[in-house]
Nanobody, 115 residues
């Protein structure tokens, strides 16, 4: 069992920045990949960014160039740095950990982009 806990959400103005954190209960080296997803009201959950256990990153087109996913192996934590935020980035952001054949989700953290 892997515990996943997100933090760092909040209210930010358009054009602003936020950094989300995702802490895991086991070493990141044991986890195949970590990813961020988001879900806006009335919409399906969508994939945002991914980082695997050797540090390779991938991004959805909608966030490429604005968001950066990174990892701190010593802290067992993955981050999502979000810059140039837009109103359409408003959503609950979820962290996902793939460990073996199982996927584990956090409870989510709300990000609201509004003036």
């Amino acid at each position: 069992q892997v515990q996943v806990v997100e933090s760092g959400g909040g209210l930010v103005q358009p054009g602003g920045s936020l950094r989300l954190s995702c802490a895991t209960s086991i070493s990141l080296f044991s986890i195949n990949a970590m990813a961020w997803y988001r879900q806006a009201p009335g919409k399906e959950r969508q994939w945002v960014a991914r980082i695997n256990n050797i540090g390779t990153t991938n991004y959805a087109d909608s966030v490429k160039g604005r968001f950066t996913i990174s990892r701190d192996n010593a802290k067992n934590t993955v981050y999502l740095q979000m810059n140039s935020l837009k109103s359409e980035d408003t959503a609950v952001y979820f962290c996902n950990a793939v460990w073996g054949t199982n996927a584990y989700w956090g409870q989510g953290t709300q990000v609201t982009v509004s003036s």
